[in-house]
C-alpha cells in the first residue's frame, strides 16, 4: 500500500503513513514506503544522539519544505521565472507552563529570479504561500518569512 491513502476527489483528503522503529537509547528509524529510511533520536540537549534527524529538525524542516513547495507551486501558476530558491530556518523551541514548545519559526528564502520579474510579485506570493502552506496552518506556532530576493540582470 502506499504511503499516501487518497480519498474521494471531492472531499480532497489524504492520509500520510509514517512508521518508526525503536533501535536502542532514545534513537530509532522513520519510514514511509517507497522513501529512504531515517535514523531519528532525541537532540542531544535531551541526552540523544548528535548528528542524527531529531523530531526537532523534522518540525522545523517540514514547515520549511512546505513553505518552499507552496511558493514555488503558486511562481509556476504564475509563471514566474524562479531562477534559485534556497532557504535556512531557524525553529525557538521554549520551555512555557512546564512544557517545551515550539513558539516561532523564521524562514529565510533567498529567492534569485530573471530579470523581467518584479520583487513585488514575489512579495506578494511569498506571503500567499505563507498564508496556505499547510503545515504551517496546522500549528500553534508563529511562522515567519523573512526572504532575499536577488533579481539577475537579463
Known sequence: MDS??????????FTYKTGT?????????????GKPTLR????????????????????????????????LSFAAQRKLSIISYKSHANGVLEFIDGDYRFTRIVIFPTITVGSAVAETDVHTLLRE????????????????????IIVQPG
Not at 4 to 13: A, C, L, N
Not at 21 to 33: A, F, I
Not at 129 to 137: F, S
Open 21 to 33: 522503529t525503536w533501535l536502542e537509547s532514545r534513537s530509532g528509524t522513520l519510514s514511509s514506503e
Open 40 to 71: 531519528v533520536a532525541s537532540p542531544p540537549e535531551f541526552k540523544g544522539e548528535r548528528g542524527v534527524w531529531t523530531p526537532e529538525d523534522l518540525f522545523v524542516g517540514s514547515v520549511e519544505i512546505c513553505h518552499m513547495t507552496t511558493f
Open 129 to 148: 504561500a505563507e498564508k496556505h502552506c499547510l503545515v504551517a496552518n496546522s500549528i500553534a506556532s508563529i511562522v515567519e518569512v523573512n526572504p532575499t
Open 4 to 13: 499516501v491513502e487518497h480519498t474521494s476527489s471531492r472531499t480532497k483528503s
